[in-house]
């Protein structure tokens, strides 16, 4: 045992020491820790807003775009078609599209912006299957309708403004992403005047 006198100051500045030391070092292991909670790029550019060029797509023609991992469905609807979207309402669970499977400027007979342009979440809402566009031989399914979506699972059906027919096991209409046009001719999908959805 030292019979050397005891330095107060040295033991307060290797103490002071040791801790700086100890909370830089546990700096440098929490900034990559914590950093490897925010989504990678792959992962934020999955959740981007996605651009759809609409110019080439005739009556009857849908097309699929991936958005966050899920397909959107984008269809031109003919006027007669649009016109006649109102003649069913009596056979579909949510014809006014009150629950929120929509934005506000969504919730109408169409549940789009312009009536002859309809996009949807292309997943039942039932267990989250992918329904089958008929654009021709949906009367086969559903009587009186000429045209809608169907999913083959469990035998969900839905208009062409995607709301769902009543005694089905689909609960809800199809989801209607926010969306916003940027010209006549092209759509940009997961965002609208308000923000990213």
């Given at each position: 045992m030292s019979n050397a006198p005891v330095s107060n100051g040295r033991r307060r500045?290797?103490?002071a020491t040791t801790a700086v030391v100890g909370g830089l070092g546990a700096a440098a292991v929490a900034v990559p820790f914590i950093k490897?909670?925010?989504?990678?790029?792959?992962?934020k550019a999955a959740g981007a807003p996605v651009e759809v060029d609409i110019s080439k797509l005739e009556d009857g023609q849908m097309v699929r775009v991936e958005w966050r991992g899920k397909p959107v469905w984008v269809v031109r609807r003919s006027a007669a078609l649009v016109q006649s979207l109102t003649e069913i309402d009596g056979e579909l669970r949510d014809p006014s599209s009150v629950e929120e499977q929509q934005p506000i400027y969504a919730q109408n007979a169409y549940r789009s912006i312009k009536p002859e342009i309809f996009l949807a979440v292309g997943i039942c809402t039932h267990l989250g299957c992918s329904p089958t566009y008929l654009p021709d031989?949906?009367?086969?399914?559903?009587?009186?309708?000429?045209?809608?979506f169907f999913c083959p699972c469990h035998g969900s059906k839905f208009d062409m403004a995607g709301r769902v027919f009543q005694g089905v096991p689909a609960p809800l209409n199809l989801v209607v992403p926010k969306h916003m046009y940027l010209s006549d001719t092209r759509?940009?999908?997961g965002v609208d005047e308000g923000g990213e959805a």
């Open positions: 500045f290797l103490t490897s909670w925010n989504p990678s790029a792959r992962a031989s949906f009367s086969e399914q559903v009587k009186g309708v000429n045209s809608g759509i940009l999908v």
